[in-house]
């Protein structure tokens, strides 16, 4: 079973940019043909997606970010990463990682990670 | 770009009762591109239909999706104490996902 757990700091200053992780679990990247991607939730609000990336590492984003946005895939290590950067307060929110073999929806997320942006 | 809009934005309903909650899109989308997840309080979302009115794995048969064009329903036949949460529906066009803003379904 895929398992997905996102890691990285959970206080990022404005200006900086924001660096995820996320580490799979129970399969090897390079070996499956799914599609890997970023959804954030700011606190009280509703969900927003950030980017996917293909197994064959074609990279999708929100058009509303995609200015700010990279995700990539380190197959060595098994994880996929996103980073966002030049960050306000706005990008205060609950991150999740999650994937699918089909890009049309997410079926398998991580349990989220809270990042905050503030000085 | 698809807006996605859900309403009520809060449903109130007792237990036992049946749940009604629309997705429309600001255009025609197609049905094999609109999903619906729940997302409880302090989890991750968790998908339930697929392509309009396919049940993800291990989703009980009280939910249900339909719907086409511009208009997708999500319906709970008899809410469950676990059912009383938020839900989104979201589409997938043009390599890009897109959520509604979520209707929450509360304990009346």
């Known amino acids: 079973q895929l398992l997905l757990q996102e890691s990285g700091p959970g206080l990022v200053k404005p200006s900086e940019t924001l660096s995820l992780t996320c580490t799979v679990s129970?399969?090897?990247?390079?070996?499956?043909?799914?599609?890997w991607g970023w959804v954030r939730q700011p606190p009280g609000k509703g969900l927003e997606w950030i980017g996917s990336?293909?197994?064959?590492?074609?990279?999708y984003y929100n058009p509303s970010l995609k200015s700010r946005v990279t995700i990539s895939v380190d197959t060595s290590k098994n994880q996929f990463s996103l980073k966002l950067s030049s960050v306000t307060a706005a990008d205060t929110a609950v991150y999740y990682c999650?994937?699918?073999?089909?890009?049309?929806?997410?079926?398998?997320w991580g349990q989220g990670t809270l990042v905050t942006v503030s000085s | 770009e698809i807006v996605l809009t859900q309403s009520p934005g809060t449903l109130s309903l007792s237990p036992g009762e049946r749940a009604t909650l629309s997705c429309r899109a600001s255009?025609?989308?197609?049905?094999?591109?609109l999903a619906w997840y729940q997302q409880r309080p302090g989890q991750a979302p968790r998908l339930l239909i697929y392509?309009?009115?396919v049940r993800a794995a291990d989703i009980p048969n009280r939910f249900s999706g339909s719907g086409s064009g511009t208009d997708f329903t999500l319906t709970i036949s008899r809410l469950e104490p676990e059912d009383f949460a938020v839900y989104y529906c979201?589409?997938?066009?043009?390599?890009?996902?897109?959520f509604g803003g979520g209707t929450k379904v509360e304990i009346k």
């Open positions: 979201q589409h997938y066009g043009s390599s890009l996902l897109t």
């Open positions: 392509s309009a009115s």
């Open positions: 255009q025609r989308v197609s049905s094999s591109y």
């Open positions: 990336i293909s197994y064959g590492g074609s990279t």
């Open positions: 999650a994937t699918d073999p089909n890009p049309i929806a997410f079926d398998i």
């Open positions: 129970g399969s090897s990247i390079s070996s499956t043909t799914y599609y």
